[in-house]
Structures are given as C-alpha cells and as structure tokens.
C-alpha cells in the first residue's frame, strides 16, 4: 500500500516526503534497530514480521512501536 502510495505521489509530482520507502528514513534507521548491518533485500515490513514471529508478537504491534521510535528520535508529530 505504502509502495502505491509512493509511485501516485511520482506520477502526480506532489512535493511530499515519504520516509517508509525502500532506502528511505525510515528503513535506514530500522536496519540497525533490528541487528543489521546493511539493509535486507526482503524490504523492511518483511523483516519486522520476521522479528515479530520470532519474538510471538503481533507485526502490527512491532511495526507501530518501532515508528513510535523513529518519530521520537525524529522530532516528528505523533510519538
């Protein structure tokens, strides 16, 4: 959805950021946040769901917590 959202925002030249792009703030920040050092070819929200597994969470719950983090360090509304 995220990725749809993106090439909409390419194709009607809005001006805006988007950070959960691949190779974006987002992912660059999350890389090290789940003990990589250098980006997974998988992208990102495969990579959460795979930590969540791991650990019995929902990836949902992960995914927001770990947004909740990257805003914070950020500056970002909504943290």
């Not at 909409?8 to 809005?14: D, I, N, P, S």
């Not at 792009?21 to 660059?28: I, L, T, W």
């Not at 789940?34 to 495969?46: H, I, N, P, T």
């Amino acid at each position: 959805m995220l990725f749809g959202y993106h090439v909409a925002l390419k194709v009607h030249g809005a001006k805006e950021e988007l950070d959960f792009r691949q190779g974006g703030p987002f992912a660059d920040w999350l890389w090290p946040q789940l003990g990589y050092d250098y980006e997974s070819s998988l992208g990102w929200a495969v990579e959460i769901e795979r930590a969540a597994e791991a650990t019995g969470r929902p990836a949902i719950e992960l995914f927001f917590e770990l947004l909740d983090e990257f805003r914070a360090e950020q500056g970002q509304p909504g943290a």
